[in-house]
Every structure is written in C-alpha cells, then in structure tokens.
C-alpha cells in the first residue's frame, strides 16, 4: 500500500488525522441519519398497515442502503484506484438517488396528486416530505465535499511526512 505509514511517526501523524475526519464528518453523518429516521418509521408504519409494496420497500430499504453508503463512502478514498475503490466512490450516489425519489416522488408526486382532490394533510405531508429530502440532498453536498477536503488533506499531509 503506497500511502501506508513508513514509520511510527508517520502512524501517529495519520491516526490523528483520521480521528480529527471522523470527528468532523461524525456530525454530518448523524444529521443526516437523523433526517433518515422518520422516513424509515413512515416506510415501517406503512408496510405494517397498508402491506409491502414498492413504495414501502423504498421507503424502509432506502434509508438503510444510504445510511450503508455514506459510512463506506470514505472509505474510496484508502483504496486508491482499485474496482473496490471505484465501488465505494460510486456508491455515493445511492443516498443522493434517494434524497431525489423523496423530493420527487414523495412530495412532488403528492402535490400533483392535489389536483385530483384537495386536502390539507396531503398538502402538509407533501411539503414535509420536500423539506425532508432536500434537506438530505443538502446535508449529502456537505458531507461529499468534507470527504474530498479530508482527502486533500491527507494527501498533503503524507507528502510533508515524506519529504526529505
């Protein structure tokens, strides 16, 4: 592995590193989940009272597959160019599908919906579910662009360890 640590210096200099990342993309992740959360127990709820469907898959499935995503997904950054590496990188995109499917099908679905019969729950449920996958939509630029400056960092921190 060529960004390995040579020495024990270059060890301690990384493993600070890594826990000053952890702990700034720490609080991302945690935001992001607890936006994911009430989205999971709506899918749950639904699927208990209304039986499995597409929708209610989306809707218990998805929140678990990118909360899976967003944890591995710095992780593209240690294996360099490898199929593993091209993986992890490429699954950043599945978190930021389903912010897209709740923004667009969940709630502006749901406001389309409106024309057909108008009600003040579908309004505010349709608004909710807008604000809630925009909001994850917005939390996910932050945390991809906070992964690509903790790599930067780690780069130019390896090359000042290794320079003579």
């Not at 990118?66 to 091209?86: N, T």
């Not at 897209?100 to 749901?110: F, S, T």
């Amino acid at each position: 592995m060529a960004d390995g640590p040579r020495n024990e210096e270059e060890r301690v200099v990384l493993s600070g590193l890594a826990q000053e990342t952890g702990r700034m993309l720490g609080v991302i992740v945690l935001q992001m989940v607890l936006l994911l959360v009430p989205v999971f127990v709506y899918g749950v709820v639904s699927a208990i009272s209304s039986g499995l469907s597409l929708r209610t898959w989306m809707l218990v499935v998805g929140p678990i597959v990118s909360v899976a995503a967003i944890v591995l997904y710095p992780m593209a950054m240690y294996q360099g160019r490898s199929w593993l590496g091209a993986f992890l990188a490429w699954s950043g995109f599945l978190p930021y599908f389903f912010g897209l499917y709740v923004i667009g099908i969940e709630g502006i679905g749901r406001l389309l919906s409106l024309f057909s019969h108008f009600s003040i729950g579908l309004l505010i449920g349709s608004i909710f579910w807008i604000i809630i996958g925009w909001a994850f939509a917005y939390k996910l630029s932050h945390y991809t662009e906070a992964v690509k400056v903790s790599d930067q960092a780690r780069k130019r921190l390896i090359e000042r360890i290794r320079e003579p």
